[in-house]
């Protein structure tokens, strides 16, 4: 485990990162912003056009180093990087995974990536139903025991990797994980200390 915010800016320092969905939810604009505070240099992908991604790049216009590819993928951008993370809904079998992989370059998700850099003890929620609903209600709870406790994972408009330097060794991570999510941690050999699964329906 690197553990805390320093340790994982040296982590991003000067990797050749290309971040792929930037999407309209937060989510990917939160990994943007701490991977460019990071000094990462970085490469921001996505299939829709920079028209329909104004919203998003709004918020990303401070960060001017960051470059933005939109409107389509490009192979190049999945060659000679030091690390591919993609946006939970991106199937493993996309082509440009496939890539990446042939060309020996990591590819991760910003949650597992959170959960690997912080080293903090993560309680995991999943399910077919009620996820976010069990989230927000553990999270309360254990706040109102006196706990630290940082909420994330797929939860609406929120960067869990943005949110690493929020975290002491006191805190612990509640984070709702879809099924994208899951098949992430799975395949880096990843998993919450504590799981909850609420409800499975075909």
């Not at 320092?13 to 460019?36: E, H």
């Not at 943005?162 to 805190?171: H, K, L, N, Q």
Request: net charge neutral; charged share 20%.
């Amino acid at each position: 485990m690197m553990g805390y915010m320093q340790d994982s800016k040296k982590y991003f320092q000067n990797k050749r990162i290309t971040l792929m969905g930037l999407g309209l939810l937060g989510r990917g604009v939160g990994d943007a912003r701490y991977l460019a505070k990071c000094s990462a240099g970085l490469v921001v992908t996505d299939l829709k056009s920079r028209s329909e991604l104004q919203s998003s790049l709004k918020e990303l216009r401070d960060f001017p180093d960051i470059q933005f590819h939109l409107g389509g993928h490009r192979l190049e951008d999945f060659q000679n990087r030091d690390l591919i993370i993609k946006a939970a809904g991106i199937p493993l079998g996309s082509p440009f995974i496939a890539e990446a992989k042939k060309n020996n370059v990591p590819v991760r998700m910003s949650t597992d990536l959170f959960v690997e850099l912080s080293g903090v003890t993560t309680i995991g929620i999943t399910g077919t139903r009620g996820k976010s609903t069990i989230t927000y209600l553990v999270t309360h709870i254990l706040k109102t025991a006196g706990k630290k406790v940082l909420m994330g994972g797929n939860i609406c408009g929120m960067s869990t990797l943005e949110e690493i330097g929020e975290v002491t060794p006191e805190t612990i991570a509640v984070l709702e994980l879809d099924s994208w999510q899951l098949q992430g941690f799975g395949e880096v050999h990843l998993s919450p200390h504590i799981a909850i699964f609420s409800t499975f329906m075909p």
